[in-house]
Nanobody, 125 residues
């Protein structure tokens, strides 16, 4: 079993930056691909970014490429999502997820068996 818990969400103005974190626990979490998804009200849960177990392979959604950066610190049991140049359309609940597989193939929520509870990110215009 893997347990995940997000933190660091909040309210930020358009053009600003925010970093959200995901604390992970469980014997095998550091062997999994980790990802961030987001879900806006009334919309589906969308893929944002994924990173492989060693942090050497990442995959980004086109909507965040060049603005968001995913990273992981296996020694600290933490995944990060650094978000820069935020836009109002980035407003959503951000979820951390874990699962086995290659980041470039794992872009669907169904690929991930483990999820956190989510953290709200609101970008004001």
């Amino acid at each position: 079993q893997v347990q995940l818990g997000e933190s660091g969400g909040g309210l930020v103005q358009a053009g600003g930056s925010l970093r959200v974190s995901c604390a992970a626990s469980g014997r095998t979490w550091n062997t999994y691909t980790m990802a961030w998804f987001r879900q806006a009200p009334g919309k589906e849960r969308d893929f944002v970014e994924a990173i492989n177990w060693s942090g050497t392979i990442t995959n980004y959604a086109d909507s965040v490429k060049g603005r968001f950066t995913i990273s992981r610190d296996n020694a600290e049991n933490t995944i990060y999502l650094q978000m820069n140049s935020l836009k109002p359309e980035d407003t959503a609940v951000y979820y951390c997820a874990a699962g086995p597989g290659h980041p470039e193939l794992m872009v669907s929520s169904g690929n991930y068996p483990y999820w956190g509870q989510g953290t709200q990110v609101t970008v004001s215009s």
